[in-house]
């Protein structure tokens, strides 16, 4: 682990501009996570804001609050982690002035956001003063270490599974996560290729930041990324994370990944009750079944099965919405935060039994 972290998310935890703090509150391999930031939610616990279950790490109103709440459980915390995922990736001039805050007391600060820090001369000699170190997690490799697409990805012989979503902000992530583990639990190796800033942070041995790189290489980036998981780790499945879903207008996202990454097979999240496109009102979310077209018309491979986010739902309506969306599709539907993604793993041993089954005719 890189240290004991507090995660900022002032004002946006529990909403669509928080996920890589709900990220961070999950699981991450990176950081202990000691406690949340967000003044509007202060008192309560971060794991009942987002799944009605206790996880044991406070909302705090302030940065000091938080590092007065490590140091009474007898632990240093080391590390901001700057969990605002807000559109665009800007910084606004409160959370500036709250990250200058954190490294006057001495937190290192690892961020996300398309403000690099690092190139913020006030908050670089901030922190040189202080002796802590800025890390902009989105900030992309230098243009010779990147990949341009070559073909590699057809040596790659681990199940290839993409997490895609019809909608940005839709639980994607989370859900590649949920197959990882429910993979290791029924006894199949697993790594995820991250394509995003929170992955990163979550501890993920292998991926890219996606939006940050030039166009030319983002293809390239997501093939090596895949060929070295499978080179490096020869793991039995690859869970690739999906970004922002085909058809959104501020965050068209999947063609790369099915064009690049070649899935032989997609898992899809589906939130019921969103109507409209995340953040934009008038922009009607198409229909799941176009999105299923679209997708395999795309890639070849088949949407063997929808994940459910179960937002704007009672707990009570879950098991029926599953139930209706599968009657409509024709395809088995796990919300995975509920029931867990095993369900999922037997899709996936049945698809690798049938084209096994093939290989030997």
């Not at 006030?122 to 341009?148: T, W």
């Given at each position: 682990?890189?240290?004991?972290?507090?995660?900022?998310?002032?004002?946006?935890?529990?909403?669509?501009?928080?996920?890589?703090?709900?990220?961070?509150?999950?699981?991450?391999?990176?950081?202990?996570?000691?406690?949340?930031?967000?003044?509007?939610?202060?008192?309560?616990?971060?794991?009942?804001?987002?799944?009605?279950?206790?996880?044991?790490?406070?909302?705090?109103?302030?940065?000091?609050?938080?590092?007065?709440?490590?140091?009474?459980?007898?632990?240093t915390?080391?590390?901001?982690?700057?969990?605002?995922?807000?559109?665009?990736?800007?910084?606004?001039?409160?959370?500036?002035?709250?990250?200058?805050?954190?490294?006057?007391a001495g937190?290192?600060?690892d961020?996300?956001?398309?403000?690099?820090?690092?190139e913020?001369p006030?908050?670089?000699?901030?922190?040189?003063?202080?002796?802590?170190?800025?890390?902009?997690?989105r900030?992309?490799?230098?243009?010779?270490?990147?990949?341009?697409?070559?073909?590699?990805?057809?040596?790659?012989?681990?199940?290839k599974?993409?997490?895609?979503?019809?909608?940005?902000?839709?639980?994607?992530?989370?859900?590649?996560?949920?197959?990882?583990?429910?993979?290791?639990?029924?006894?199949?190796?697993?790594?995820l290729?991250?394509t995003?800033?929170?992955?990163?942070?979550?501890?993920?041995?292998?991926?890219?930041?996606l939006?940050?790189?030039?166009?030319?290489?983002?293809?390239?980036?997501?093939?090596?990324?895949?060929?070295?998981?499978?080179k490096?780790?020869?793991?039995?499945?690859?869970?690739?994370?999906?970004?922002?879903?085909?058809m959104?207008?501020?965050y068209?996202?999947?063609?790369?990944?099915?064009?690049?990454?070649?899935?032989?097979?997609?898992v899809?999240?589906?939130?019921?009750m969103?109507?409209?496109?995340?953040?934009?009102?008038?922009?009607?979310?198409?229909?799941?079944?176009?999105?299923?077209?679209?997708?395999?018309?795309?890639?070849?491979?088949?949407?063997?099965?929808?994940?459910?986010?179960?937002?704007?739902?009672?707990?009570?309506e879950?098991?029926?919405?599953?139930?209706?969306?599968?009657?409509?599709?024709?395809?088995?539907?796990?919300?995975?935060?509920v029931?867990?993604?095993?369900?999922?793993?037997?899709?996936?041993?049945?698809?690798?039994?049938q084209?096994?089954?093939?290989?030997?005719?």
């Amino acid at each position: 682990m890189d240290g004991n972290a507090i995660v900022y998310c002032e004002g946006a935890f529990g909403t669509a501009n928080g996920k890589t703090a709900h990220g961070l509150v999950r699981r991450t391999n990176r950081y202990r996570v000691m406690s949340v930031i967000d003044s509007e939610k202060a008192g309560r616990d971060a794991g009942e804001i987002l799944d009605r279950r206790r996880v044991g790490i406070p909302v705090l109103a302030d940065i000091d609050a938080g590092v007065a709440a490590a140091t009474e459980r007898g632990l240093t915390a080391t590390h901001l982690v700057v969990g605002l995922a807000p559109d665009g990736g800007k910084l606004s001039r409160e959370a500036r002035s709250d990250l200058a805050a954190a490294i006057r007391a001495g937190l290192n600060v690892d961020s996300g956001l398309h403000d690099y820090l690092t190139e913020d001369p006030e908050l670089s000699e901030l922190a040189a003063a202080h002796g802590v170190v800025l890390r902009d997690v989105r900030k992309p490799p230098p243009r010779e270490k990147l990949h341009f697409f070559s073909g590699k990805i057809e040596e790659v012989t681990s199940l290839k599974v993409a997490a895609l979503g019809t909608d940005s902000a839709v639980g994607k992530r989370t859900t590649a996560w949920r197959l990882v583990e429910a993979c290791e639990a029924a006894g199949l190796s697993a790594e995820l290729v991250g394509t995003g800033q929170t992955a990163w942070m979550q501890g993920a041995r292998f991926g890219i930041v996606l939006d940050s790189l030039i166009n030319d290489f983002v293809t390239g980036e997501i093939e090596h990324a895949v060929w070295r998981a499978w080179k490096e780790a020869s793991p039995e499945v690859i869970i690739i994370e999906g970004q922002g879903s085909l058809m959104n207008p501020a965050y068209p996202g999947g063609f790369e990944i099915l064009a690049a990454g070649r899935p032989d097979v997609v898992v899809l999240q589906h939130a019921p009750m969103r109507h409209d496109y995340d953040g934009f009102p008038g922009y009607p979310i198409q229909p799941i079944e176009t999105q299923i077209q679209a997708i395999e018309l795309i890639s070849g491979a088949p949407v063997v099965a929808i994940t459910l986010n179960h937002e704007g739902l009672d707990p009570t309506e879950i098991p029926e919405a599953c139930a209706r969306l599968s009657d409509r599709v024709h395809l088995p539907v796990v919300d995975v935060l509920v029931d867990g993604a095993d369900a999922l793993i037997e899709v996936l041993r049945a698809y690798m039994r049938q084209e096994g089954e093939k290989s030997h005719d």
